[in-house]
T-cell receptor, first 113, second 112 residues
Framework: DMKVTQMPRYLIKRMGENVLLECGQDMSHETMYWYRQDPGLGLQLIYISYDVDSNSEGDIPKGYRVSRKKREHFSLILDSAKTNQTSVYFC????????????FGHGTKLSVL | GEQVEQLPSILRVQERSSASINCTYENSASNYFPWYKQEPGENPKLIIDIRSNMERKQIQGLIVLLDKKAKRFSLHITDTQPADSAMYFCAASEDYAQGLTFGLGTRVSVFP
């Protein structure tokens, strides 16, 4: 069905709490991404994953870690969330090792209070 | 890394006129330039892209131009319609295996 699914869509956490954002795709894509989107800052790459347990830092990895144990799932973890991590987080996937035609999920709006 | 500048940040155009968005990049090794459209509350979707071996590409009412010497590329939306109202992001990449570097976006509003 060519879909990237993100859960949850909305999340409110308190500063210091741990946060788990989940992403799944049904296209058997090798490459998956986590971006965050902030007003005035566009989309910034947090992490990229080329396959199971093959992850690489993006432009803003500090404060985040990722996990990819199955090709179709890619998780973003915030250990001890900070207020400046309030953002909309987008997961995306693409076929092979190519960054052509990224398929984005609908995003998770995270508020850290 | 790469840096992408996108202008204007806001663009209001009358229905049936053209809209143009310009992006510049820093890394002369960049060779892939996609454009994504994001409607309110929705996810970004690829609408057109161009590789560095081309200077012009058109898909229906969308035209992308690439000037490698000036490190500049642009999106032109011809005969705009209300459905073209959205955020548009340009992006650049020097390596197919890297993530895309996005511009800050242009909010396009098409008015009657």
């Amino acid at each position: 069905d060519m879909k990237v699914t993100q859960m949850p869509r909305y999340l409110i956490k308190r500063m210091g709490e741990n946060v788990l954002l989940e992403c799944g795709q049904d296209m058997s894509h090798e490459t998956m991404y986590w971006y965050r989107q902030d007003p005035g800052l566009g989309l910034q790459l947090i992490y990229i994953s080329y396959d199971v347990d093959s992850n690489s830092e993006g432009d803003i990895p500090k404060g985040y870690r990722v996990s990819r144990k199955k090709r179709e799932h890619f998780s973003l973890i915030l250990d001890s969330a900070k207020t400046n991590q309030t953002s909309v987080y987008f997961c995306a996937s693409s076929a092979g090792l190519s960054n052509e035609r990224l398929f984005f999920g609908h995003g998770t709006k995270l508020s850290v209070l | 890394g790469e840096q992408v500048e996108q202008l204007p940040s806001i663009l209001r155009v009358q229905e049936r006129s053209s809209a143009s968005i310009n992006c510049t990049y820093e890394n002369s090794a960049s060779n892939y330039f996609p454009w994504y459209k994001q409607e309110p509350g929705e996810n970004p979707k690829l609408i057109i892209d161009i590789r560095s071996n081309m200077e012009r590409k058109q898909i229906q009412g969308l035209i992308v131009l690439l000037d490698k010497k000036a490190k500049r590329f642009s999106l032109h939306i011809t005969d705009t319609q209300p459905a073209d109202s959205a955020m548009y992001f340009c992006a650049a990449s020097e390596d197919y295996a890297q993530g895309l570097t996005f511009g800050l976006g242009t909010r396009v509003s098409v008015f009657p």
